[in-house]
């Protein structure tokens, strides 16, 4: 019974599970009658008080638009944006806030990317490589550039564990690769990637890298400059912040000789209908009003994140998954979609006879909230030949308690599927 000693073998921040489950308000209620398990945290994780209070704080004290009031509440909003910054820069190990840029999500730094350094760099006849596995934010935006520009999408594929074939990555990089774009972690496999390998072997051929760290920011350590990545980008809401902020980390030199996407107040010098001159970094990539009171919020996660260690929390997550796995695979019909040997996050199967969607309604009359369906990574579901999959995906917040409560879910949905 592996299962048992996982267990018992708990990492430390297992004993203080339930004291960080009251910093989470939204934790605390019944659904059906049933305590909520939520176990949909690669699709939105849950906020902790200090982050609700930071940006309620925010709102009540400080709330003006930044840079650019002479008066006292517009210095203080700005502060408290630029603070929020350099917050960050320390969170991924950035080398200046210049490197910083904040916009809605991941989503919006890779489309950021592709519709300006990607523009310049990528022309016809040349390539971008991505790889099998990534969601549709780092294959959409790149699909678009290379058929507008006449370029081809290469594409690294999976072994059936869901790890990346590294020797076609070795062979599908070439003189006419001009940027490599992968993700740090798999949202729908759990797959870590060897982010840090494959921006050598790129940079060992001049090619650019940019790394989706969506799924990683929450569960990993993330240091830019060791992994050495050309573009990095996250979103605050899978980190315990709100929805609507989000990070694209560039080179400083990279980002300073890209052109500016969006247009509008705050990347300029000056403007006249004959010329205009744009801002330096950060502002330069950060038309309109930015999201103040969503950079608060991610500024107080991160002190949140900070305070656990994230160490401590990729270890107890990562028992929890391990032992959620192994309860799945010892139930008969359950297919496990994702065993790379290195995971973090999340669990996708499947279940003989029952559709994704049917699970996931079954689980959630049992309290479980999972997600069901094909995690905005259709080709990841076309690999296994499955239309979706049932995914259930961890913080450090869910204790060993909740996985025996969603096996018990399987269990039940095993039950009336086999009749
Ligand atoms: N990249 C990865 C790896 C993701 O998992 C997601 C969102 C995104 C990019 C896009 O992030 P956004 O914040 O800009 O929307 N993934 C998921 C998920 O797994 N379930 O819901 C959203």
Redesign the pocket.
Known sequence: MMGISEKMNKPALADRVQEIRKDFPILHQQVYGKPLVYLDN???SQKPQCVIDAVKRFYEIDNANVHRGVHALSMRATEDYEGAREKVRGFVNASSTKEIIFL?????GINLVANTFGRKVVGKGDEVLITELE?H??IVPWKRLCDEVGAQLKVVPINEDGSLKIEEYDRLITSRTRLVCV?H????LGTVNPVKDIIAKAHARGVPVLV?G??ATPHEIVDVQDLDADFYVF?G??MYALAGI?VLYGKQALLEDMPPWQGGGDMILTVSFDKIVYAGLPAKFEAGTPNFGGAVGLAAAIDYIGKLGIEEIAAYEHSLLHYCAERLSAIDGVRLIGTAANKAGAQSFVIDGAHPHDIGTIMDRQGVAI?AGH??AMPVMQHYGVPATARASFAFYNTFEEVDAFIDGVLKVREMFAQ
């Not at 972690?185 to 729908?188: E, F, G, K, Q, W």
Request: with cysteine.
């Open positions: 690669a699709a939105t809605r999500g991941a989503t919006e969601h934010a780092n993700a972690v798999s949202n729908a989706d969506a799924q979103s809401h899978k989000g997600r995690h905005c």
